[in-house]
């Protein structure tokens, strides 16, 4: 992983409220740095919106990112929307970082 994991939370909780960052939709957030170094969050499909804005903005940087729709069981139903970061190609994207 390229980028320090507390400044990216800070990013994503700025990019899922902008108005206010501390009410963040931004869910279990979970840092791996031992094995296969990634960071994982999820957003609630009611917030799909904010995933779709996070996506764009992970898009836009090229980042080596994964997205997984997860369901209620025995449903079709979506539950939440989990990303998986692995690392972050864009030096815009990176400095940004480092100023936060």
């Given at each position: ?14 990019a ?40 764009g ?7 080596n990112?994964t ?24 030096p ?9």
């Amino acid at each position: 992983m390229n980028f320090d994991p507390e400044k990216f939370k800070k990013l994503l909780n700025s990019a899922s409220n902008p108005s206010n960052p501390k009410d963040t939709k931004i869910k279990n957030y979970y840092v791996n740095q031992e094995y296969q170094e990634f960071v994982s969050f999820d957003i609630d499909f009611e917030n799909v919106d904010v995933a779709l804005r996070i996506a764009g903005l992970f898009g836009k940087h090229a980042t080596n990112f994964t997205i997984t729709t997860l369901h209620f069981p025995d449903t079709n139903k979506i539950d939440y929307i989990q990303f998986i970061v692995f690392k972050i190609n864009d030096p815009e994207l990176l400095a940004i970082l480092d100023q936060i």
